[in-house]
């Protein structure tokens, strides 16, 4: 009876009690989530346009984070450091084009994906070559970014706002609207899409599958910039953030892989949900859930509904 | 392989009484909003060549999908030697007896042709994992023995040449052969084809048509199979059934239906 | 010219169902074995057996395990290292309970442990597929991590968090600890992995390999021909996982000696997946290939600043090390996705003909 006590009213218990720490969890949720739809988004992005399930998005944003704290570290301006970074994610896109995806046009999806896992590795080992393994600060400030926090007191307790998380919730919004208007008004969007449902398709009505995947990495390179900058203030730039990035894959399970709202309804649960259930649940574990919490909720997610929250059932024909 | 020889004259079967293989009573199937059968009817005697005809999306190979318990139907009921099906997986209906062929050929095609067929065989071995592990005694001598079954259907089917060939790499006709030695390995009651000759051409036809002849004829297996070529459906069938926008038009013998208005209709339009 | 099957007929279809129905193959494989079984022994140093003989074996144990589920059953998995710490974790507890029994069986017991957890992973399976079931795979690697710290009853409650491999003894000699021979253990590693290799190669080509590669390769035909995707999928898994557990409880037991959760993270997965890909997806010769390139060639690259005189630092090679690796994966995923197993094939098929291509 304790254990059904702990799991189903003590915690509930716990957050009514103490409202103000209930309203901070939350918002660490959220601003959680936020990080990981953003990381969502990245995977959407590509495997809209390209139909690749890109591992490597995680290493991007790694590689991303670093190029711009090590340029800023070698004597560049923060700014023409940033936009060096920008101009290195298109150098990236277009060599992944060049060397990986255009010699494995029509290849089987899986086989794409395997790639992308070789080219993880292989950005692992470039990055820590160049910049080193060790973990940096990012440069926050130097960019602009706001620092410092404001503090709430409600239900007579507090709660602290990072105002650099309010940044990245709202960078977050202006990034999802734009692709948004990008995919789904623009002639470019519209060839993305061709492309995704079939390559060959899309190249005999005269679609540049080149081009097209350029574009689309070098989005995904400027989402995977956005999510290092704001990840990589939160804590330091390190080569541990491609596993938490990994944490995209059950986010994409729950809202689907070619949704962007899905992506970010679905990062936004992720992130709740882990949080609660570490602070609330993961005591009676032995805390340290977060590790897979966000993977077994997936699982069993995919158990009942295996299309994901936006997707439609498919039938399968023979 | 049962070599019980059946007489695939038509006259002779429908005088004294045919046996009724299976039985397909108001099957309505639908999508969401697709109606893909609208309440059909029709049976399958034991021993004849059942041809289903339609145009383009009349609901053809969704019927097949549903005698083989692929797709389950809303409405209407499906008996099979005398035993009436509600829901049920596909593979029930693969030990009750029923085989079928695919309209966009489903080989499995990282195997040789000899593993496809073999892969016919999967219901009828038995030997247990660890006779399998060591593959040794029961499980070898069980393996030689559906060898052997295995290569009287490529020797009837005249595929020895590809025996170790990879069906990937195999032309389509040939591909199409293969398919219909793997669906015979498994020794079928019911052998359901889907637009077995789409594709080919006249030599391939006429060859694809004597091996269902045969088959019919030598093993005695009721066959019921989709065909767009009139001639190879005129000239094979024993009954045909004629499905439209997923309803039945017309059933009955090639003769008939081939002189029913609706028929005609269907085929060549009609003004609405 | 050498190599030809020219005069050799098969009468029954037991010689023509053979693994090597070629003499010169079969030739090979023996001479194989030899040297496995007494060149090394004899003239190999404890540096070279140590070094690179175990992990190999023990590696292209694993990458089978997984070749079974990824390359014959089509069922994609990330979560191998786990699966191999499940091997390792079960044979250490089993082996505390039990100190005296020969540790070989316990090795192979605690493959049942991690055959029961891959099942429970592999329940998905049954309804989702490709990435989906990636993810789902990911879920056991975190879950178990997870748990292989947060339980300490599995490493008895050590300060160190660590297995340590106690000394265990089996037909009279000493087999694990300090104080076993690596030669003993090599050939105790050795023997398994062959066994277990015959094994494998006996499972696929009879009913239930074929029912595996029947679902991997058009799952939806493979039921309406009668093969139940619950059984062939968690049998697949359950092999799976038996392999890689029995590598696992190998890895610590017959080579590191002890070992923490790190030994089974997720980059270990990658490395099983990495061998099974360079080797050749759905060949069992191709895994041998793959955990021979992807563990031998590192150790090369590391030698070789030294041999030149050159002085790199060993974090460098490292890095190099990942570059190249990474690099061979898309590489060989370019040129040839079915990897080293079918360019060995390839050879095998010109040599049958050279120097006469037209004869």
Redesign the interface.
């Given at each position: 009876m304790d254990i059904l006590y702990n799991i189903l009213i003590d915690p509930f218990v716990q957050m009514g009690s103490a409202p103000d720490f209930f309203l901070q969890v939350l918002w660490s949720g959220f601003v959680a989530g936020t990080l990981y739809s953003l990381i969502a988004l990245g995977f959407v992005l590509i495997f809209k346009a390209s139909g690749v399930f890109n591992f490597a998005q995680g290493i991007m944003v790694v590689f991303a984070a670093l190029t711009l704290v090590g340029l800023y570290q070698a004597g560049v301006p923060a700014w023409i450091a940033l936009i060096l970074t920008i101009g290195a994610m298109f150098a990236l896109a277009w060599l992944v084009e060049r060397i990986v995806l255009r010699n494995l046009v029509n290849q089987e999806e899986i086989i794409l994906f395997m790639a992308t896992i070789g080219l993880n590795y292989f950005l692992i080992g470039f990055g820590e070559y160049v910049f080193g393994g060790e973990p940096k600060p990012m440069i926050a400030s130097e960019l602009g970014l706001p620092t410092g926090s404001t503090t709430f007191e409600p239900f007579g307790g507090i709660v602290i706002i990072e105002h650099l998380d309010v940044a990245a919730v709202i960078m977050a919004i202006i990034l999802v609207t734009a692709l948004a208007i990008f995919f789904n008004k623009t002639r470019i969007g519209r060839a993305l899409r061709a492309v995704a449902d079939d390559h060959q398709a899309a190249l005999s009505v005269g679609i540049s599958l080149n081009q097209i995947w350029v574009i689309v990495w070098f989005a995904a390179g400027i989402v995977a910039l956005a999510t290092g900058i704001m990840w990589g203030a939160k804590s330091d730039v390190s080569f541990a953030l491609q596993i938490v990035a990994l944490k995209a894959l059950p986010v994409l399970i729950i809202g689907g892989f070619t949704s962007i709202p899905g992506a970010i309804i679905g990062g936004l649960m992720i992130g709740f949900g882990e949080k609660l259930f570490e602070i609330y649940w993961g005591g009676l574990l032995g805390s340290g859930v977060e590790g897979w919490f966000a993977y077994v909720i997936a699982l069993i997610f995919l158990l009942f509904r295996p299309q994901g929250l936006f997707g439609e059932k498919i039938i399968e024909r023979i | 392989m049962n070599v019980a020889v059946k007489p695939a004259d038509t006259g002779s079967d429908r005088a004294n009484a045919p046996e009724v293989m299976l039985d397909i009573r108001n099957v309505s199937l639908s999508?969401g909003g697709v109606h893909a059968i609208k309440d059909v009817s029709f049976d399958i005697h034991k021993g004849e060549i059942r041809a289903i005809i339609g145009p383009n999306g009349a609901g053809k190979?969704s019927m097949l999908?549903v005698i083989?318990g692929?797709y389950h139907p809303q409405v209407g009921e499906i008996t099979f030697k005398g035993e009436t099906r509600t829901q049920m997986?596909?593979?029930v209906?693969?030990?009750q007896g029923i085989?079928?062929t695919?309209?966009?050929v489903?080989?499995?095609?990282?195997?040789s042709t000899l593993?496809n067929i073999?892969?016919?065989?999967?219901?009828k071995?038995h030997?247990n994992?660890f006779w399998?592990?060591?593959?040794f005694g029961p499980?070898?001598q069980e393996?030689?023995e559906h060898?052997?079954r295995v290569?009287e259907i490529i020797d009837f089917l005249e595929i020895q040449h590809i025996r170790r060939t990879p069906v990937g790499r195999l032309p389509y006709g040939l591909q199409k052969r293969v398919e219909l030695a793997?669906a015979l390995a498994?020794e079928p009651e019911l052998l359901l084809l889907d637009e077995p000759m789409a594709g080919m051409n006249l030599e391939e036809k006429e060859d694809m048509s004597r091996f269902i002849l045969d088959v019919n004829d030598q093993f005695g297996t009721t066959i019921a199979l989709i065909e767009h070529d009139m001639g190879v459906v005129m000239d094979l069938s024993t009954r045909v059934v004629v499905l439209d926008h997923g309803e039945k038009i017309a059933d009955g013998t090639p003769a008939e239906v081939s002189s029913n208005q609706d028929v005609i209709d269907a085929y060549l339009g009609v003004a609405h | 010219m050498f190599y030809r099957e020219v005069g050799q007929f098969k009468t029954n279809y037991t010689a023509d169902s053979q693994v090597f129905p070629i003499l010169q193959d079969k030739i090979g494989i023996i001479a194989m074995l030899v040297i496995a079984y007494v060149v090394i022994p004899a003239a190999g140093n404890d540096f070279f057996i140590t070094t690179v003989m175990i992990p190999f074996l023990v590696f292209s144990l694993a990458t089978i395990g997984l070749n079974i589920l990824v390359g014959y059953t089509g069922q994609l998995s990330l979560g191998t290292g786990a699966f191999m710490g499940v091997g390792a974790y079960s044979c250490y507890k089993l082996t505390t309970f039990f100190p005296d029994v020969n540790i070989i069986i316990m090795v192979l017991l605690s493959g049942f442990f991690a055959a029961g957890v891959g099942i429970i992973f592999g329940l998905p399976s049954l309804r989702i597929k490709g990435f989906y079931l990636a993810v789902t795979t990911l879920a056991a690697q975190f879950f178990l991590e997870w748990a292989f710290i947060r339980i300490p009853w599995l490493y008895n409650y050590n300060d160190s968090g660590a297995i340590e491999v106690p000394q265990r003894e089996g037909f009279g000699v000493v087999l694990t600890g300090a104080a076993a021979e690596p030669v003993t253990r090599y050939l105790v590693v050795l023997s398994i992995v062959v066994a277990m290799t015959w094994v494998a190669s006996n499972l696929i080509r009879g009913r239930i390999g074929r029912s595996w590669m029947m679902i991997r390769d058009m799952d939806i035909a493979a039921e309406l021909m009668g093969v139940r995707p619950l059984y062939a999928k968690l049998s697949a898994f359950a092999v799976s996982s038996f392999y890689c557990g029995v590598a696992g409880a190998m890895f610590v037991f017959f080579w590191l000696g002890a070992a923490e959760v790190e030994s089974f993270d997720i980059n270990h997965s990658f490395l099983f997946l990495f061998m099974a890909i360079i080797g050749g997806l759905g060949s069992l010769i191709g895994c041998f290939m793959g955990a021979a390139f992807i563990w031998i060639l590192p150790i090369i690259i590391r030698a070789l600043p030294d041999a030149m005189g050159l002085d790199v630092n060993a974090a460098t090679v490292e890095h190099i090390n990942f570059m190249i690796i990474g690099g061979m994966i898309i590489f060989f995923l370019i040129v040839e996705p079915h990897g080293l197993a079918r360019l060995w094939q390839i050879a095998k098929e010109k040599l049958r003909t050279w120097p006469f291509p037209y004869s």
């Open positions: - | 999508f190979t999908n083989n692929f997986r596909p593979y209906a693969a030990t085989a079928r695919f309209q966009n489903a080989l499995f095609k990282g195997m593993d073999m892969s016919g065989r999967t219901l071995m030997k994992f399998q592990m060591l593959r499980a070898m393996e030689v060898r052997e290569e793997r498994m | -």
